[in-house]
């Protein structure tokens, strides 16, 4: 079955540090969401492409967050500097999505990000 | 924009009994509501959808239900199982590219 690939699956580093997190969406998709989830309570949309252009990161915060897709293949959420309060875990989804239809977005298995 | 809200939070079953998990959107213009099913350490994963144009879906143990005037929609578990303890949510969505919302989330533990 094809997935989502996320990478890394664990993070830990100090405050104040760079924190590049990455995602593969799966082959053929065109849609591509970024989540937050802290304590395996609700998901939070950050930011979210169709066909690699930006379609809606007001879920973020602008400050110190950024989102790209540098390619079909590739995504990339960067918090710079980031802060404890930026600990959670961060899930990458992809999906087939036009105007007019909706199909399921298919998660990867998340970043788990802790500043220390 | 679009709310859903999940009920409930938390709910404990024993294992064979069945497991209900509530739904409702504000937006009636919403017409694809899928289902989750998160395991701990895991990402969600798509479990069962429904369109707007059907009124209730099954697949083996699992159901979902929609009732698009009242604008809710429900999983229905038949048989639960210990496996299927987990967190559920649910989630709707419409013309808009495939962006979801999601409601925030149901915790089922099945008790042996």
């Known amino acids: 079955d094809a997935r989502v690939t996320q990478t890394p699956r664990h993070k830990v580093t100090e405050m104040g540090q760079e924190v590049t997190m990455r995602c593969q969406p799966i082959?053929?998709?065109?849609?591509v969401f970024w989540y937050r989830q802290t304590m395996m309570q609700g998901l939070e949309l950050l930011a979210y492409?169709?066909?690699?252009?930006?379609?809606?990161d007001s879920g973020m915060p602008k400050d110190r967050f950024s989102a790209e897709m540098p390619d079909a293949t590739l995504a990339t959420l960067k918090i710079q500097p980031s802060e404890p309060r930026d600990s959670a875990v961060y899930f990458c989804?992809?999906?087939?999505?036009?105007?007019?239809?909706?199909?399921?977005?298919?998660f990867g298995d998340g970043t788990r990000l802790s500043i220390l | 924009g679009e709310n859903v809200e999940q009920h409930p939070s938390t709910l404990s079953v024993q294992e064979g009994d069945s497991a209900v998990i509530k739904c409702t959107y504000s937006?009636?213009?919403?017409?694809?509501f899928p289902w989750y099913k998160q395991e701990l350490g895991k990402g969600p994963q798509l479990i069962i959808d429904?369109?707007?144009?059907?009124g209730e879906k099954k697949d083996q143990r699992i159901a979902v239900t929609l009732n698009k005037t009242a604008k809710h929609f429900s999983l229905h578990i038949t048989e639960t199982q210990p496996e299927d303890s987990a967190v559920y949510f649910c989630?709707?969505?419409?013309?808009?590219?495939?962006?979801?919302?999601f409601g925030s989330g149901t915790k089922l533990n099945v008790k042996p």
């Open positions: 492409f169709r066909n690699r252009a930006p379609l809606d």
């Open positions: 937006d009636s213009a919403s017409n694809y």
């Open positions: 429904i369109r707007s144009n059907v």
């Open positions: 082959l053929g998709h065109n849609t």
């Open positions: 989804a992809s999906g087939l999505g036009t105007l007019y239809s909706n199909q399921p977005q298919h």
């Open positions: 989630a709707a969505s419409g013309y808009n590219f495939n962006k979801f919302y």
